[in-house]
């Protein structure tokens, strides 16, 4: 059955390879990737079992192992997206047992590109204790147990984040809490382990202290049997055994419990009434084509967590350079700035979030320029009192509140250029992006690389755009904010502004040019 499952897996991965070649061209950038890290890491390995020490060899295996997992939990959320033709819902019409579906769903996961370089590294991995035979033969069946937890905690938070079926609203708001705590774990671990020595060691001393610790956490567990019995400690290596496969049955059995809520309570949709007249947005805001799609860019910002995802990097760079460099560091002082370069590429694909509904807008005859500004207009409602917010947080924790003139230029500066090049880039751009309810693990096989040179392409034409308000901005960080916090925040506003103001005018030209073929783009679009 398994075997049936990935062969037609794989059979319609190849199809849809062989209909487009820009994910064909994805997809092998993907396998030439895991070759890289593959070798690399293999070379590495070969290294530190020839001249390096039990405590080094130790180290690496543990930390990398630690950070293996933490990968594949956290790798979907920011990088890769989890391929999902294959999952407990899509199987859930056919015959299948629970312990069939979660077979097949880990034979997906450990087969593609990532499980085949895990369980190749993993393996590898074993080369470290040659030296010492015992820790050798050990080693391979705990790397294989990490490997499981690897995949298990994959899928788990997979269909956690897919809110295991029930109504809509129920699983976006399940997904949304997934994302928020996994998303937050990074500043917890880092904080912890810089708490391990007082924050006052040095990067190897934190290291050495986090390996020291990790053996007794999930994460470490399996990777710390090895060096246990490397070092004559029989019983450590039994406890670390015991920690793994606890970890590994806890989630294999909130992974079954998923599943089976997954399989028994297929999606169902949701609906609400409403009091006649309540138009909630669309009654406050302007009549007309910008007013409407004002309204209708701001209902989606506050309420479709697709949108709302994109939030969540508000706090969490803030935070995250706060556990690491302090807040009277560069990294949180520039904070706002990262966070409006985040905030200002989250419409850079707006009409691919519309889906099949933007024939609806088609439909209304709107003018693109009004199209482009009320979606502008509604990003900027929610991310300009955020980024303002930020800056003087930021400010005010650092004990220099002379500063907030310069980085609020900066800040404001890149979020209007990234709005202006969202407004031209969202009138051109059609990529595969989750539909509404779906999981934000949700990606298409070697899709994953071509949206992200996207993304990066939009990127380095916002910091392009942005270079004059960037450049004062840093020589007013290096001479002193006295005499360049002004300058910056007036460069910033007029060069933002300018950006938008452009930006609304030649996407909108864009837009009625194109948006027909933009509906057929979508129409085309995989859904696998």
Do not use: H
Not at 167 to 173: D, P, S, V, Y
Not at 511 to 524: A, K, T, V
């Amino acid at each position: 059955m398994v075997a049936t499952v990935l062969k037609l897996r794989y059979r319609a991965l190849f199809n849809t390879l062989a209909r487009r070649p820009w994910q064909l061209v994805g997809f092998i950038f993907g396998a030439l990737w895991g070759l890289g890290i593959l070798a690399s890491v293999t070379a590495g390995i070969i290294s530190l079992s020839i001249f390096g020490s039990l405590d080094a060899a130790a180290g690496v295996s543990i930390l990398g192992g630690s950070a293996l997992i933490l990968g594949w939990v956290v790798a979907p959320i920011v990088a890769t997206g989890m391929d999902t033709s294959i999952d407990a819902r899509r199987l859930a019409p056919f015959p299948f047992t629970r312990r069939q579906t979660m077979l097949a769903l880990a034979g997906t996961g450990i087969t593609g590109i990532p499980g085949v370089v895990t369980t190749l590294v993993a393996l590898i991995s074993v080369i470290l204790w040659l030296r010492w035979p015992l820790a050798a033969l050990a080693g391979i069946p705990a790397a294989l147990i990490g490997v499981a937890i690897c995949v298990v905690a994959s899928r788990l938070v997979g269909e956690l984040s897919g809110g295991m079926g029930g109504n809509r609203r129920g699983r976006e708001l399940i997904g949304t809490i997934v994302l928020v705590v996994i998303m937050l774990s990074g500043p917890l671990i880092t904080g912890i382990l810089a708490l391990l020595d007082g924050g006052t060691g040095s990067l190897g001393d934190r290291f050495g202290a986090a390996a020291a610790v990790l053996p007794w956490t999930p994460l470490g567990a399996a990777w710390g049997v090895a060096p246990a019995l490397a070092a004559g400690e029989g019983v450590l290596a039994l406890a670390r055994v015991a920690i793994a496969l606890a970890t590994l049955a806890v989630l294999g059995w909130a992974w079954s419990r998923a599943v089976d809520r997954s399989t028994s309570a297929p999606p169902r949709q949701s609906s609400r009434q409403v009091a006649a007249g309540k138009l909630g947005l669309f009654g406050v805001m302007p009549t007309g084509g910008v007013g409407a799609t004002w309204a209708r860019s701001l209902n989606a910002w506050l309420r479709d967590p697709r949108y709302l995802r994109q939030l969540l990097v508000v706090p969490i760079f803030p935070i995250l350079f706060a556990f690491i460099g302090g807040v009277d560091g560069f990294g949180f002082a520039a904070s706002p700035v990262l966070v409006a370069f985040m905030l200002a590429i989250g419409g850079y694909a707006d009409i691919s979030y519309d889906g099949t509904a933007y024939a609806t807008v088609l439909a209304t005859g709107i003018r693109g320029r009004d199209d482009r500004l009320g979606r502008l207009l509604g990003a900027a409602s929610l991310g300009i009192p955020l980024v303002v917010i930020v800056s003087i947080v930021s400010c005010v924790l650092s004990g220099d509140a002379g500063r907030l003139a310069l980085v609020l230029g900066a800040s404001l500066g890149v979020l209007l250029v990234g709005y202006g090049v969202s407004a031209v880039t969202s009138a051109m751009i059609i990529a595969p992006v989750a539909a509404p309810g779906d999981s934000p693990f949700k990606s298409v096989p070697g899709q994953t690389f071509v949206s992200g040179l996207l993304v990066f392409v939009v990127w380095a034409v916002i910091g392009v755009l942005s270079l004059p308000v960037l450049v004062i901005a840093v020589t007013g960080m290096v001479q002193g904010p006295a005499g360049w916090g002004f300058a910056t925040l007036a460069v910033g506003l007029i060069v933002g502004a300018g950006a938008a103001v452009l930006g609304v005018f030649l996407g909108g030209r864009t837009f009625d040019r194109s948006g027909p073929e933009l509906f057929d783009r979508i129409r085309s679009l995989p859904t696998t």
